[in-house]
């Protein structure tokens, strides 16, 4: 008998990796909805800054300076919310994954690094999304009046994301998952008391300032807090700290970043 000779089509579709664009898209979507099924990342997320804007609003603990305390809070507590996000939780999510081998097995697949740092980055973005209208909301509420351009405050929080989402996989993805769930903590401690979210960075020494100021959570809340609290133009400094700050760590992250 001879052998037939396959017609086109035979094989169709023809076996391959998919568009890159609908891969990220796919991980992207994959990434949100784990984050949103996790009780722990919506405590660290989204209870903890908002509990931290009543109470500080509602209680006269810290001098905030003239005016209302919300309307400085307020900027500082969305830019918590990013760090919140984009940097501890998503460090302490992908530290684990790479712990139990998730990411491994995601080397294995057509996507590369860079393609699964952009779709945990825009998984991150969706959840901000959420965020930002809760703590929005929630301010609105307790009398908040916010100014300026809201262009200036998407290129902000986009710039912050961008530069939280690139430490956060960095540290993710070249240390133990135990270190990253101490350190990523202890950072997001540290940086809530001295990167000018809640305690402004007048109230500490001249040297500390100029240190504190070039801090990516600094940078994120003063900028966010020139245009909402005193209708500022665009923050063109804060914008350039983040700037350098997301090329060095979504680079660097690209670089040392590891499967497993």
Same mark, same amino acid.
């Given at each position: 008998?001879?052998?037939?000779t396959p017609?086109?089509?035979?094989?169709?579709?023809?076996?391959g990796?998919?568009?890159?664009g609908?891969?990220?898209?796919?991980?992207? *979507?994959?990434?949100t909805?784990m984050?949103?099924?996790n009780?722990?990342?919506?405590l660290?997320?989204?209870v903890?800054?908002?509990l931290?804007?009543v109470l500080?609003?509602? *209680?006269?603990?810290?001098d905030?300076?003239?005016?209302d305390?919300?309307?400085?809070?307020?900027?500082?507590?969305l830019?918590l919310?990013?760090m919140?996000t984009?940097?501890t939780?998503?460090a302490?999510s992908?530290?684990f994954?790479?712990?139990?081998?998730?990411?491994?097995?995601?080397?294995t697949s057509p996507?590369?690094r860079w393609a699964l740092?952009?779709?945990?980055?825009l998984?991150v973005l969706?959840?901000?999304?959420?965020?930002?209208?809760l703590?929005?909301?929630?301010?609105?509420g307790?009398?908040?009046s916010?100014?300026g351009?809201?262009?200036?405050?998407v290129?902000?929080?986009?710039?912050?994301?961008?530069?939280?989402?690139g430490?956060g996989?960095l540290?993710?993805?070249t240390?133990?998952?135990?270190a990253?769930l101490?350190?990523?903590?202890?950072?997001?401690?540290?940086?809530?008391?001295?990167?000018g979210?809640i305690v402004?960075l007048?109230?500490?020494?001249d040297?500390?300032?100029?240190?504190?100021?070039?801090?990516p959570i600094?940078a994120?809340?003063?900028?966010?807090?020139?245009?909402?609290?005193?209708?500022?133009?665009?923050?063109?400094?804060?914008l350039?700290?983040l700037? *350098?700050?997301? *090329?060095l760590?979504l680079?660097v992250?690209?670089r040392?970043?590891?499967?497993?």
């Open positions: 008998m001879s052998a037939e017609t086109a089509g035979t094989y169709a579709p023809k076996p990796a998919a568009p890159m609908r891969m990220i898209t796919a991980q992207a *979507v994959f990434e909805k984050l949103l099924r009780g722990e990342q919506l660290l997320t989204v903890i800054p908002s931290l804007l500080f609003s509602t *209680v006269d603990i810290i905030t300076g003239s005016g305390a919300v309307d400085f809070l307020a900027p500082g507590i830019a919310a990013v919140s984009a940097f939780g998503q302490i992908t530290g994954e790479r712990r139990y081998g998730v990411l491994k097995r995601l080397g996507l590369p740092m952009t779709a945990k980055t998984s969706a959840i901000e999304v959420l965020q930002i209208a703590l929005t909301a929630i301010a609105f307790l009398g908040w916010p100014h351009n809201p262009l200036s405050v290129l902000l929080l986009i710039l912050g994301t961008a530069a939280f989402s430490l996989l540290m993710a993805g240390l133990k998952a135990e990253t101490a350190a990523a903590n202890l950072v997001f401690l540290l940086l809530l008391v001295g990167g979210v402004p007048d109230k500490f020494p040297a500390a300032q100029s240190v504190l100021g070039l801090l600094s994120l809340s003063d900028g966010l807090r020139d245009v909402l609290q005193h209708g500022a133009g665009m923050p063109w400094g804060n350039g700290i700037t *350098v700050w997301s *090329v760590g680079g992250a690209a040392f970043f590891r499967w497993e």
